[in-house]
């Protein structure tokens, strides 16, 4: 069974740190791509930063900032954000894209304050 759990959500004071965390198991089938979106109120969930065979994409608002990273030992994908601003404050979700199936985490919040 597929699971995806992130952690490392939180409130913090804009200039501040957070680090996520996606902890996976249960994947059958290669990983092609793994990477992190977020859902601001009244919004569309967005591209955050993904590992694509390999090859890292960041959203331009991010750049600069966040930094992905991924620990195949552990199984983890990670999100390190830094310089956090008040327009990051979204539901941060974990994704995992294999040939079989394109899996999402329960979200976790990120709230900065200004």
């Known amino acids: 069974q597929v699971r995806l759990v992130e952690s490392g959500g939180g409130l913090v004071q804009a200039g501040g740190t957070l680090r996520l965390s996606c902890a996976y198991s249960?994947?059958?089938?290669?990983?092609?791509?793994m990477g992190w979106y977020r859902q601001a109120p009244g919004k569309q969930r967005e591209l955050v930063a993904t590992?694509?065979?390999?090859?890292?994409n960041y959203a331009e608002s991010v750049k600069g900032r966040f930094t992905i990273s991924s620990d195949n030992v552990k199984n983890t994908v990670n999100l390190q954000m830094n310089s956090l601003k008040a327009e990051d404050t979204a539901v941060y979700f974990c994704?995992?894209?294999?040939?079989?199936?394109?899996?999402w985490g329960q979200g976790t919040q990120v709230t900065v304050s200004s």
């Open positions: 590992i694509t065979l390999g090859i890292i």
């Open positions: 994704n995992i894209v294999t040939a079989a199936a394109n899996s």
């Open positions: 249960g994947f059958r089938f290669s990983i092609n791509a």
